[in-house]
């Protein structure tokens, strides 16, 4: 599962995607450079002790001593002074997100990882780990007890099974202490405490510090979708206006209407490929209740063995029909150089798509201007439209058991967690850590590389997004979930025998983990499912 989505990653910045994203982000650099002060302490505004300075809007990133930020780098001063900070952190991270650490952004400014250094008298030390590998790697350290890093980091979801191996450190005590204002309501996670609870923490306990922002997120062509003989054609043949549509009835009606493979055009390329596909699985079946279709029951048995769980699947697989002929083997450096061509009407993606994409710098793409972003399709229930998408992948930062130092490690978590540092951070292109805090939304500088139409969906997408399974045995439930979604795109199986399929592998899984614990992980987790509703209209 995950190893698929590990090379697709690989394989986007090893091939052509490695030339798009570049030159998507050289293409959004200069549109900040602007030469500005020099780097230097006194260049902080007012009553700041600490932040970049160098470039023009600074300051939106500087903060006074009582804030996240100043309470972290006052306490690792702290500890320094004590002689009991580390002369160095030690930081295992992808290597396609070292860059928006170790790289200026904008012109003029120090590097995040250069003014941590600068602030607190702490180096860090920054591992890469092969794209996609950092779970394998996490988990290496952790079995050889190698006590290689300070700092994990990797998918968000592995938080339960790493918690339960005790190789990650409980930060509870550390958070209370140092004050990390997550549910900030102006600043921090989207929707508050829920969103720290689907984030950072697993059974009702904080493991980790959010890093990014992986919610999946739609697009469509404008320029297909605003087409005067377009809408004549489609209200001709389906009744109503053509436009980015709600529902999951509607979105087929689209995807039917745009489907022209003789014309190098596919009505929606929302993935279907194993590690990946089940995600948007996810998002037809978790809609077919009110406010949620939950995967398990309070009594912990599995639900997707019923009538919503093989009605999503039929509707899966019935969709591959508005796909690429080899859909089933897409991952997303297909997905993202398909779209690039002008080759798909609507797609599901990584909320990075238009940075890269709608993006002048990136003479690759045809669709520079010509995307939208739009909520995911729902369903009408009781007189409510049930919307939802899914967090996958998501880089988190975890505290090592094997930390000399794991109150220091948190600090510079919490730093770089915290809403002025990470919506610089998010803001840089040189790697793919994405904006997720309330604050990023509204950041202009992310804004600008985002695009302002897309921060605006994405920050609504978040409030309606389910997590993916995060208890231990997360890898084994997803695993039995995909093989046997595969199984029923290829024909294999039949929806139904594909849901009873997985159902029993489920049930054994649960007797493995544990059922009394899988039960607790189960109800804990409940408390982060969203809970919006929107109106019929």
């Known amino acids: 599962m995950s190893h698929l989505i590990r090379m697709s990653r690989r394989r986007l910045l090893a091939s052509g995607g490695k030339a798009a994203v570049f030159v998507a982000a050289t293409g959004i650099a200069p ?14 505004a007012p009553g700041m002790i600490g932040g970049p300075t160098g470039f023009d809007g600074a300051e939106r990133y500087q903060y006074g001593a009582d804030t996240p930020e100043g309470r972290a780098v006052e306490a690792a001063k702290a500890l320094k002074a004590a002689g009991k900070a580390p002369a160095k ?22 590097s995040i990882k250069d003014l941590w250094e600068k602030e607190t008298g702490i180096q860090i030390e920054i591992v890469g780990l092969p794209n996609g590998q950092e779970f394998t790697k996490t988990m290496q350290d952790i079995s050889t007890k190698g006590g290689a890093y300070d700092i994990y980091s990797t998918e968000w979801n592995r938080l339960g099974d790493l918690a339960e191996t005790g190789g990650i450190a409980k930060l509870d005590d550390f958070a209370a202490k140092h004050k990390p204002e ?37 697009v469509y062509r404008t320029d297909l979708f ?60 978790v809609s077919m209740a009110s406010p949620n279709q939950f995967l398990f029951g309070d009594d912990g048995k599995p639900l997707i063995n019923s009538e919503q769980g093989i009605a999503a699947t039929k509707e899966y697989v019935e969709s591959l ?21 002008g080759g798909a009407a609507m797609t599901c993606a990584f909320s990075n798509l238009p940075k890269f994409l709608d993006n002048a710098g990136n003479k690759d793409s045809a669709v520079t201007g010509k995307i939208g ?22 880089l988190t930062g975890m505290v090592s058991s094997q930390s000399k130092n794991p109150e220091a490690a948190y600090l510079l978590l919490q730093w770089l967690g915290s809403a002025r540092i990470y919506a ?10 994405d904006p997720f805090r309330l604050s ?63 159902e029993r592998e489920w049930k054994k899984i649960a007797r493995r983990i544990g059922e009394d614990k899988l039960l607790e992980a189960i109800k804990t987790n409940k408390e982060a499912w969203p809970t919006v509703l929107d109106p019929i209209s």
């Open 31 to 44: 549109q900040f450079i602007r030469p500005g002060r020099a780097f230097a302490a006194d260049a902080l």
């Open 89 to 110: 952190i030690v930081l295992g991270l992808s290597d396609g997100s070292i860059g928006q650490l170790t790289k200026p952004f904008p012109a003029g400014a120090p």
């Open 182 to 218: 997550w549910d900030d309501p102006k600043q921090g996670y989207v929707n508050g405490a829920k969103g720290v609870s689907l984030l950072n923490q697993y059974r009702g306990s904080t493991y980790g510090v959010s890093l990014d922002g992986d919610f999946q997120t739609w």
């Open 226 to 285: 605003s087409d005067a003989a377009e809408q004549k054609a489609f209200k001709d043949k389906y009744g109503y206006d053509l436009a980015p549509p709600k529902t999951w009835k509607q979105h087929s009606d689209v995807a039917a209407f745009f489907q022209r493979p003789d014309k190098g055009l596919f009505g929606s390329t929302d993935l279907r490929n194993q590690g990946w596909g089940y995600t948007n699985w996810y998002q037809r079946y």
């Open 321 to 341: 029909a508005h796909h690429s002929p080899d859909a089933i083997s897409w991952g997303w450096p297909e997905q993202y150089g398909n779209f690039a061509k």
């Open 373 to 394: 972003s739009m909520l995911p399709p729902g369903r009408e229930i009781d007189g409510k439209l049930i919307s939802r998408s899914v967090l996958w992948f998501s």
């Open 424 to 433: 610089w951070m998010s803001a840089n292109p040189g790697g793919y850590l």
């Open 440 to 502: 990023d939304f509204s950041d202009p500088l992310v804004r600008q590389t985002y695009h302002a139409y897309h921060m605006d969906v994405v920050r609504e997408t978040v409030a309606r997004t389910v997590p993916t399974i995060n208890y231990p045995g997360a890898t084994a439930f997803h695993n039995a979930l995909d093989e046997n979604l595969v199984a029923s795109l290829t024909k294999a199986k039949t929806p139904e025998q594909a849901m009873a399929d997985t």
